[in-house]
């Protein structure tokens, strides 16, 4: 297992384009979480999915934001009409709840830039 | 809403001092994780503490986790530039996800 991929790395769009972010976790890990990290921050919490059920959406998560985990697998990010404020780093990590502690696996991240 | 609060928010050392950065909350909690974050990349899990007064050690690394819960250290010995990196807290508590604090960045210079 080659961990947690997402993709694109790197995003560069212009104000009011749509962007959509694949994540494909761990494969027998049933949580996937997305996050989204700013400069000088630490990560915050948008959503998280327990196999294709979308559990909790954090207050942060607005409109314009969609998230979806099809099949239980692999999960996409979209952000419509994008605006500056929305550059950032977004994180998916995914886990497993059935073994304590719940390590959780972060992947590398998208790197997105509004221009 | 819990407040978490990691400390000191910048440290830079030489290589071969030793330090120490710590993770505050008015919460208890269930267990707490650390995690180190290199740039460009997402953290990576380094340890998860359960029971109130635990120490673990992985290698040059010591955590702690407060008797009460609420808080936790994490001890560096003889750092190293490799040790370099933002040092994030994330506890668990009632809620599924994890909750970090803004994170310590921490340079050692060779």
């Known amino acids: 297992d080659t961990g947690v991929s997402q993709d694109p790395r790197h995003k560069i769009t212009k104000r009011g384009q749509n962007v959509t972010f694949r994540c494909d976790p761990i494969s027998e890990h049933n949580r996937l979480y997305w996050y989204r990290q700013t400069l000088g921050q630490g990560p915050e919490f948008l959503t998280y999915?327990?196999?294709?059920?979308?559990?909790?959406k954090s207050r942060l998560l607005s409109d314009r934001f969609s998230a979806e985990r099809p099949k239980g697998s692999f999960s996409t990010l979209e952000i419509q009409r994008t605006e500056q404020g929305d550059s950032a780093m977004y994180l998916c990590?995914?886990?497993?709840?059935?073994?304590?502690?719940?390590?959780?696996?972060f992947g590398s991240g998208t790197r997105l830039t509004v221009v | 809403t819990q407040l978490l609060e990691q400390s000191p928010q910048f440290l830079s050392i030489q290589e071969g001092e030793n330090l120490t950065v710590y993770c505050n909350s008015s919460?208890?909690?269930?267990?707490l994780q650390w995690y180190r974050q290199e740039p460009g990349e997402g953290p990576v899990l380094l340890v998860t503490?359960?029971?109130?007064?635990e120490v673990k050690k992985l290698k040059r690394l010591t955590f702690q986790f407060g008797d009460a819960r609420k808080d936790s250290s994490l001890h560096i010995t003889a750092a190293q530039p490799g040790d370099t990196g933002l040092y994030l807290c994330?506890?668990?508590?009632?809620?599924?996800?994890?909750?970090f604090g803004k994170g310590t960045k921490l340079t050692v210079n060779p």
């Open positions: 994330a506890p668990e508590g009632g809620s599924e996800k994890l909750v």
């Open positions: 503490v359960v029971t109130g007064g």
């Open positions: 990590a995914s886990s497993r709840r059935d073994l304590f502690p719940y390590g959780y696996t």
């Open positions: 919460s208890v909690f269930s267990s």
């Open positions: 999915f327990q196999n294709e059920a979308q559990l909790e």
